[in-house]
């Protein structure tokens, strides 16, 4: 037991060292508007002000509506596609998930710049097709629509994973024993996968209302602005409101932990023990008649959540100029040379923000396994709050992490400090991104008998060789998959980028944003391009080298 | 340190955090171009970038983009993040006094979209989403025209604003020598023709521009005192017109 308690030990000050302190130096200036001057004076003075302004409750309004669309909406377009691929044979599977990981390598802001330029006014669709939509696109329904595409792949992953897992072959079991098909997945493998999709659909939800660039891009022309594009706009635009900002961040991260309580509830006092040791041969489901419409589901969904964007991207790279159109005299590779030819800005950003990339796996992946750990195995007190710090960074966007950052680390009293050198850029990624390790170890260790253990214990192995040859290799596919989440979105993540990395420490999102800012789209979109053909290749090598091995 | 915005110069300067030098080089800079702590580095103009090929009358003032022919067709940079596009609006506020707004109030119920940054306004005019950018930098626009881009660059008849980009050394640099080593050379013929190079006015009156230089465009008159201190209540006041929140 002294074990566990060191790992406890541990595992909190690692949370507090991440997790806490950026959010602390939020919740003070929050509290004390005058903190940033060095004074506690008139705590809460600015309360009044702020949340007396009536666009407050429309911003809260629109936050929750846009967070409730586009969870609907990923549901309703993951859970089947996650069925069907988890439970039956769909031809090119493996070919549907790569495209399906696409949204994923594709960082949002590129990804909305992508949907502006193929349906405005016109743009690549009415070059091709004579019509355009933009009314549709720069509305609360576009941002629904694009949002939606952008995330929905969180929910596949998890149901295909869920139900492939144990879900399906307890579903087997039934099957057995007379139940119909349906009968089984409603009775066994959908209650079964229920976790998983209750945690991807909360996942969902945070990544909605704490997205920035899409609804700052689409939708404010159309008066249309949620908590995250007030909170950037009391932060940077002049002049800066700290303390309304703080206030507004603690906001949204009041209703993110709501939502996390409801999914607590949602899952309580079940038990999901389906790994028990025992082995199981599991044979996917023909589809049979089915085989058409499934295929033309899978079809059509991956052609507009992943082909359309990417078509975007691509034509706007190899165009020589924007005006020019699509035609084959406008092709042109310019964009790629002169990234070349950038005394070397490029190769050395995509190196920076690689090699950060694998850092904050790295870490993030460690810590995420503790922290599952502690939550699910150790029944001590701690543990609520663990899991709650956990998820924390879940419901704060990367500005106000941004800004905890430097309000936190920016301080004479620290004897050495991270801040304006590459290590507070790790540090931005591993709070923003740690909550996938700790919910994907969460659910996968929630699948994992205690008696695994126990049997470990009963043959004389400590804990320390029980975690490392028992659980780790049970939680792995979960956590691998998670910390390459980790890696693909660090390495592309803008807005803390912005506001933490020092002098001359250039990511790839930095430098597409500077070619986006300098009006040169399309270098932007060729250094998008190469970056999405590079993390989607190591992402497959990894996949690939981790399926050979089994 | 090189800024977009002339006024942080002068803020930083009026809080005195601001090395008291001035490059040799500036001999030939402009009075209204350098200050005690501070020199300009080069000269960019706003104006109103139009793409021919959209189907609309070529604009030659300000208030050309409120005709009903530019129905939902013009796009601003937000002047809460773009400080050029602020000081545009001060700069005709000054000059027009209530005939801005009135301007800024057509513009609004034509359609007029605000937002992001210089680059955010002037890509949907490049691909023909829109006519016409009120208030775009123009050497960003000369460099994507001189790329081959077809959009064109006019400079409004009743006058716009020549913002300066100021170069200064905070007092706190630990690294003040190679500082103003760099100023040094930024104001030397050579560092002023690779100002020019990306098309903005170089400050030295006697280093040539690449484009149109500054004598021949029409500026706006100079800001009175106090327009300064009373930006906020202005950008407040837009803000409130356009509906940002």
Redesign the interface.
């Known amino acids: 037991m002294r074990a566990n308690r060191v790992l406890l030990l541990l595992t909190l000050s690692a949370l507090g060292a991440i997790v806490v302190l950026p959010i602390g130096a939020v919740l003070l200036q929050a509290i004390f508007p005058d903190l940033a001057q060095g004074s506690w004076a008139r705590p809460l003075a600015h309360l009044g002000e702020t949340l007396s302004n009536p666009a407050l409750l429309e911003l809260i309004g629109n936050t929750l509506r846009l967070g409730a669309c586009v969870v609907l909406l990923s549901a309703l377009l993951g859970i089947p596609l996650g069925c069907l691929r988890g439970l039956c044979r769909v031809p090119g599977a493996r070919f549907w998930d790569l495209l399906f990981l696409l949204p994923f390598m594709i960082p949002p802001y590129i990804a909305a710049l992508g949907w502006i330029l193929l349906l405005q006014p016109a743009g690549y669709l009415q070059q091709l097709a004579g019509s355009h939509l933009g009314g549709f696109l720069f509305s609360f329904s576009g941002v629904v629509f694009v949002m939606t595409l952008n995330v929905f792949p969180v929910v596949y992953f998890a149901v295909s994973r869920g139900m492939a897992g144990s879900a399906g072959r307890l579903a087997e079991v039934g099957r057995v024993f007379g139940g119909n098909p349906w009968r089984c997945f409603w009775r066994i493998s959908l209650p079964l996968a229920l976790p998983g999709i209750a945690a991807s659909l909360l996942l969902v939800f945070a990544m909605a209302i704490e997205e920035y660039g899409t609804p700052a891009v689409l939708a404010s022309n159309a008066g249309f602005f949620v908590l995250v594009t007030g909170i950037e706009r009391r932060f940077s635009d002049w002049p800066i409101d700290l303390p309304g900002a703080s206030l507004l961040s603690v906001l949204l991260v009041v209703m993110a932990m709501f939502a996390f309580i409801a999914q607590r509830r949602l899952t309580a006092g079940r038990s999901y023990e389906t790994l028990t040791g025992k082995p199981g041969e599991q044979a996917p489901r023909e589809l049979g008649a089915w085989k058409l419409p499934a295929l033309a589901l899978f079809a059509a969904t991956a052609s507009v959540a992943s082909i359309a964007p990417l078509f975007s991207i691509l034509a706007t790279a190899f165009s020589g100029t924007l005006s020019g159109g699509l035609s084959v005299a406008n092709l042109s590779t310019r964009h790629f040379e002169a990234i070349l030819t950038q005394g070397g800005n490029a190769t050395r950003a995509l190196l920076t923000s690689l090699s950060l990339g694998l850092g904050a796996a790295m870490l993030t992946g460690l810590l995420g396994l503790l922290v599952a750990y502690c939550v699910v195995r150790l029944r001590t007190r701690g543990r609520a709050i663990i899991d709650a710090l956990s998820l924390l960074p879940n419901t704060m966007p990367g500005v106000v992490v941004g800004v905890g950052l430097i309000l936190a680390w920016n301080q004479g009293f620290w004897p050495a400090t991270p801040y304006n050198t590459w290590v507070i850029l790790l540090l931005a990624y591993c709070c923003l991104f740690l909550p996938y390790p700790v919910r994907y170890a969460n659910a996968a260790l929630q699948q994992i008998g205690e008696n695994l253990e126990a049997a470990a214990r009963v043959h004389g192995a400590g804990m320390v060789v029980t975690l490392r040859r028992i659980l780790l290799p049970l939680v792995w596919p979960s956590l691998g998959a998670a910390m390459l989440l980790v890696f693909a979105i660090a390495s592309r993540e803008l807005v803390a980028s912005l506001l933490l990395a020092p002098t001359g420490v250039q990511t790839v999102s930095l430098f597409i944003w500077r070619q986006f800012e300098q009006g040169s789209v399309g270098q932007g979109m060729a250094m998008s391009s190469v970056t999405i053909a590079l993390t989607t290749s190591v992402m497959l090598l990894v996949s690939r080298k981790r399926g050979s091995l089994r | 340190m090189i800024s977009a915005s002339w006024e942080s110069a002068l803020d930083l300067d009026k809080r005195g955090w601001l090395l008291q030098w001035q490059s040799a080089n500036a001999a030939r800079v402009p009075a209204a171009y350098k200050g005690p702590a501070y020199v300009a580095q080069g000269l960019s103009a706003l104006a109103i970038v139009w ?1 021919p ?1 959209s189907g609309t009358p070529r604009p030659t003032d300000w208030a050309d983009l409120a005709k009903p022919e530019f129905k939902d067709k013009v796009n601003m940079p ?1 002047p ?2 773009s ?1 050029t596009a ?1 000081e545009l609006l001060s700069g005709l506020q000054a000059a027009q006094g209530d005939r801005a707004w009135k301007l800024f109030e057509a513009l609004k119920a034509n359609g007029m ?8 306004a ?3 005019v ?5 006519a016409a950018v009120f208030g775009a930098v123009d050497y ?2 000369l ?2 025209v001189a ?5 064109e660059v006019i400079f409004p008849a009743s006058g716009t604003i020549v913002a300066a980009r100021p170069m200064m050394i905070l007092k706190s640099s630990k690294a003040q020598e190679d500082a103003k080593k760099f100023v040094d050379y930024v104001l030397s013929p050579k560092g002023q023709a690779l100002v020019a190079d990306v098309y903005l006015m170089p400050a030295r009156s006697d280093v040539a521009a690449k484009r149109k230089p500054a004598s021949e465009i029409k500026v706006l008159p100079p800001e009175g005192e106090g327009a300064q201190a009373a930006r ?1 209540s202005l ?1 407040e006041r837009f803000s409130a017109l356009f ?3």
């Open positions: 793409n090929k937000d809460a993040s400080g602020l979209a605000v937002g992001g940054a210089n680059a955010a002037l890509n949907p490049l691909q023909g989403a829109k960003v626009t460099a994507a790329k081959g881009e077809n959009v906020k950008l509906g940002r929140k």
